[in-house]
């Protein structure tokens, strides 16, 4: 019997709302949901493909421990008796930063991975907390912080109303947008455009969003910070700053203008390959516009100077005026957040509260580098215990870290390791525990992290769409008893992990002065909450206490989740608005618009200035109908331009020999890899490019897929040493390397 059911995409940082088919509990179609209030039937080929990522058939269904050296098939309490079993012992005998904690990307776009690892963590009281955040987008959280007072406070392009924009390092028409949440985002460039806007776009490639622009400027890869520098010289030389109506909320622009004096035009364009003429025009258009905004993504962080780049991102948004206004960049205001405290001074933001043990890479946003959990491992010092075991939740570091070859050695040296991921991968075959969650389809869905960067504030939930499985356990449970196994409380209800929480949260909202239920108590307010589970109770009490909330009967419009699922297409709760100086945290209550940090990090991008790159330099690439490795195991999702291919000027490819599709072998400081040529005129010269999340070669794992074409690790090519120094973000592009012809084309 086939029937129709809602579910918003998990599967990239769209999220745009489905309509699945559902024939017999199988997914077996998907469409955009038209009546969705933020997608409108917008969708891409992967939600197109959602029921094939759901039914892969290698998906694990059942648990596995490792037993005589093999993994095997256990029941759910074998497997929780063995986590308990194995990380007890760990933490009591090397103490808690003994056990590492590595969060992968999915995280951030299941209900589970956004309420059960905080728990864990500090349950654990670990500090060995490593995350894909310093893979990508840690430069910006820095940033963030330093400017804001607040690390998660990140400012998005109002999109659907401004006049200039001008994306550095990004490309939304095959990532559909990153930090920056929005369904559509090509139909939104057009329409911007559609609108006289201007788009700009700086990239070492021709992107098909440099395509779309009025102006592409191919700067060399890593001068990202170099050529924003030399902008914000410009709007200072030639009195071009208007701060406007930041100007009450704003400390520090003398500095900024004394800091930038020697970034000039003409000393940044030999090291950017940009013109003098060129950079002063795009900051003067960038003056001159109605309202604009600037817009810096993955391939302006994952660069040596990347946090330096994300201020200066927002540093041109404020002199121009454009943070906080419409058609500016704005900050988000989600139904989960908790009810906005008065504006004032805040405690601010800390780096390097602590420091890795080896390097002594300082902590960011509570992180230490991923980069940094191989020697982590398998480096004793005289400063603590290595780490002896790992959780790793929908993590992949092998493939998507530096040097996945030194840190798959360090995971098999392990004391214990115990992994929660649908597949048998490069990372999980490891694991001695592995516990898989069930499909997508069988999960509810909410956006608690993306809510918080969408371009227009709105709320949706989906409960899931085909029901669960006897012999499956919901995501929400399997973290719950992992969190109570790892804590010294295996066996526990696993709802007392969400009563746990509840009670914490209610017991302090009672007792601030700006909440909506100061002064009640705290258990009658509990006994309000609604919901099948203790997942549902918990969002229902974070909407209630929220922005937009009811406050528990105090606004009787407000939002709870038995309002929200009245509405199952979603509540729009308007554009997004200015809201300084409320978000800000700092200190001084201000934007801190250089902070001492950052001040500190300058010297080092002004020796930049007469800095070269020989040879080529390597960036990554992004494709439409891909995101993270696991989706390479889709046959749906793979072949076309979904390929592992190297891109590389024709120019370059004739000086070095090489013949269209042969074979070349890179080499880069971590090792080499060999993948086929493919010549394009979409890439400068000096530069080539290798996409992430291949390299599906390595044995014992289960991806039947996409091991047919493994494609290589680009990871592989990297030591990882080379990290931005403020957010211990992995330097993955503007790297050197070097390429040898191995054969021809048959």
Known sequence: ??????????????????????????????????????????????????????????????????????????????????????????????????????????????????????????????????????????????????????????????????????????????????????????????????????????DPRRTRTARLADRHVAARPGTDALLLAAMTHVLFEEDLVDLGHLAPYVQGVDDVAAAVRDFTPEAAAGACDVGADTIRTLARELAAAPTAAVYG?????????????????????????NLDRPGGALFPLSATDRTPRPAGPGRGFALGRWNSRVSRHPEAKGELPISALAEEIDTATDDGSPIRAVIAVAANPVLSAPDGDRLDKALGSLDFMVVVDPYLNETSRHAHVLLPPPPPSRAPHFDFAFNTLAVRNQVRYTRAAVPLEPDRMAETEILARLVLAATGMHGADPEAVDAMVVDQTLGKAVTEAHSPVHGRDPRELAGLLTGDNGPERRLDMMLRLGPYGDGFGARTDGLSLERLLAHPHGIDLGPLRSRLPQPLKTASGKVELLPRPIADDLPRLKRALGERADGLVLVGRRHLRSNNSWLHNVPA???????????????????????????????????????????????????????????????GTRMSHASLDPGVNVNQLLDGSLLDPLSGNAVLNGVPVELAPLDTPS
């Open 1 to 202: 019997m086939s029937r129709t059911a809602l579910r918003i995409c998990p599967l990239c940082e769209a999220t745009c709302g489905l309509t699945l088919t559902v024939e017999d509990d199988r997914v077996t179609g998907a469409r955009g949901d038209r009546d969705d209030v933020f997608s409108r039937g917008f969708i891409c080929p992967k939600g197109a493909s959602f029921g094939a990522a759901d039914s892969d058939p290698d998906r694990l269904r059942t648990p596995m421990v490792r037993r005589g050296g093999e993994l095997r098939e256990a029941t759910w309490d074998e497997a929780f008796d063995a986590v308990a079993a194995g990380l007890r012992p760990v933490v009591e005998r090397y103490g808690p930063h003994a056990v590492g904690v590595v969060l992968g990307n999915p995280n951030v776009h299941t209900v589970a991975g956004a309420l059960y690892p905080t728990v864990l963590l500090a349950g654990l009281r670990t500090r060995s907390l490593f995350t894909a955040s310093t893979l990508d987008q840690m430069p910006k959280h820095v940033s963030s912080g330093l400017l804001y007072g607040d690390a998660n406070a990140v400012p998005v392009p109002d999109l659907d109303r401004t006049d200039h924009l001008l994306l550095i390092g990004a490309n939304p028409l095959e990532s559909n947008g990153s930090l920056c949440t929005a369904p559509d985002f090509p139909g939104k460039l057009k329409a911007l455009r559609a609108r006289g806007g201007t788009l700009t776009v700086i």
């Open 297 to 321: 993504r993955i391939g302006s962080c994952t660069v040596p100077h990347g946090t330096l780049a994300s201020w200066l991102v927002d540093v041109l948004n404020v002199l121009t005026g």
């Open 637 to 699: 999702l793979t072949g076309g331009s979904n390929r592992c291919t190297l891109h590389i000027h024709p120019s370059d490819a004739e000086r070095l020999g090489l013949v269209d599709g042969a074979r070349v072998r890179v080499k880069g400081a971590g090792g080499a890899v060999v993948a086929p040529v493919e010549f394009t005129e979409g890439i400068r010269p000096g530069v080539v490019s290798l996409p992430h999340g291949w390299g599906h070669d390595r044995p």
